[in-house]
T-cell receptor, first 117, second 115 residues
Framework: GAGVSQTPSNKVTEKGKYVELRCDPISGHTALYWYRQSLGQGPEFLIYFQGTGAADDSGLPNDRFFAVRPEGSVSTLKIQRTERGDSAVYLC???????????????FGPGTRLTVL | AQTVTQSQPEMSVQEAETVTLSCTYDTSENNYYLFWYKQPPSRQMILVIRQEAYKQQNATENRFSVNFQKAAKSFSLKISDSQLGDTAMYFCAHRSGAGSYQLTFGKGTKLSVIP
């Protein structure tokens, strides 16, 4: 597709369950970012990939959160033992390159709204 | 760590009028980038305008322009000839010029354009 896509659009789960959120970046974009947007807040950084490797995971709140990007394209954000406080919109963004040169605009997907009951 | 502050939770403007959204930030860096993103109810974050800190000239994109005051660490967005389609949340964001390229966002301003 032309833009960043995320699936599912909405996910409702029960406390304690495991969830996976998927992000398909724009083709050819080497950098991929995950953000979390809680109600009434701006997005907060979670993790950033350059190719297949996580270059910066300093925003992951705890070890229940994990993300992978095994082939340098699609990424999956995984949350174990979900808690009600994990309820938020999870946004994915990609950019052509991650450097400070011209190709660094981040293009966002529509997000996945996660609700933990 | 960088912080971004948007002090106006909500604003409204009459159609065709001009409105200014405020943003201040805190950083110890000399080289960085600033952005304004628009988020309509569809949740899709759309880049409105960007400013490189090393450029003194204020960025302009059609009806959108910024007033970048580096010494004051201020980065306001001016929307001219407001249109109904401008109704959305607007987020100011900072990105470091080196190291991790994450965006740091403010809490946003909800803008309503009134017909």
């Amino acid at each position: 597709g032309a833009g960043v896509s995320q699936t599912p659009s909405n996910k409702v789960t029960e406390k304690g369950k495991y969830v996976e959120l998927r992000c398909d970046p724009i083709s050819g974009h080497t950098a991929l970012y995950w953000y979390r947007q809680s109600l009434g807040q701006g997005p907060e950084f979670l993790i950033y990939f350059q190719g297949t490797g996580a270059a910066d995971d300093s925003g992951l709140p705890n070890d229940r959160f994990f993300a992978v990007r095994p082939e340098g394209s699609v990424s999956t954000l995984k949350i174990q033992r979900t808690e009600r406080g994990d309820s938020a919109v999870y946004l994915c963004a990609s950019s052509l390159v991650a450097g400070s040169s011209g190709g660094n605009e981040q293009f966002f997907g529509p997000g996945t709204r996660l609700t933990v009951l | 760590a960088q912080t971004v502050t948007q002090s106006q939770p909500e604003m409204s403007v009459q159609e065709a009028e001009t409105v200014t959204l405020s943003c201040t930030y805190d950083t110890s860096e000399n080289n960085y980038y600033l952005f304004w993103y628009k988020q309509p109810p569809s949740r899709q974050m759309i880049l409105v305008i960007r400013q490189e800190a090393y450029k003194q000239q204020n960025a302009t994109e059609n009806r959108f322009s910024v007033n970048f005051q580096k010494a004051a660490k201020s980065f306001s967005l001016k929307i001219s000839d407001s249109q109904l389609g401008d109704t959305a949340m607007y987020f100011c964001a900072h990105r470091s010029g080196a190291g991790s390229y994450q965006l740091t966002f403010g809490k946003g301003t909800k803008l309503s354009v009134i017909p």
